[in-house]
């Protein structure tokens, strides 16, 4: 499916329905196959120990889900998430961004599913690993 969206319109439209985030995230490449953002780290998004937190990589694995979802069903503002089950594997590293590698595994009518590997930026490893589905608005 073709993408509705290109990265400054996704952008724009993410700052319009999520005000509240704008600025903690971008998009360095988005297109049929992958989509990779990146969580603009900073202290806000540390726990104690320095390292990024939990509900922070959550943020990320939620918002690259919902922009996959997005860029291939066109600005439907009311689609949710209802599940998520994530896997924090191994300690992000401290004082760089966090990236989300999301792919698209299904898109229905009224569900889609998406698989996210958080990386820390410059790191082969993941860090985190997360599958989540999105529940879409009927049409009308």
Request: aromatic share 6%; proline share 7%; net charge neutral.
């Amino acid at each position: 499916m073709a993408l509705q969206f290109t990265i400054p319109e996704m952008t724009a439209y993410l700052d319009k329905v999520f005000p509240q985030v704008q600025g903690m995230f971008g998009i360095d490449r988005m297109d049929e196959d992958l989509l990779i953002m990146r969580l603009h780290n900073d202290e806000r998004h540390l726990r104690p120990g320095g390292t990024v937190s939990g509900p922070a990589m959550f943020s990320l694995a939620d918002v690259a889900a919902y922009v996959a979802t997005m860029a291939r069903i066109g600005p439907q503002a009311l689609t949710v998430t209802t599940n998520c089950a994530i896997d924090f594997m191994r300690k992000p590293a401290a004082g760089v961004d966090l990236l989300a590698h999301a792919r698209l595994l299904k898109l229905g009518r009224a569900l889609s599913v998406t698989d996210v590997l958080l990386y820390s930026e410059g790191k082969p490893e993941p860090v985190a690993r997360a599958n989540l589905t999105y529940s879409i608005p009927p049409k009308g």
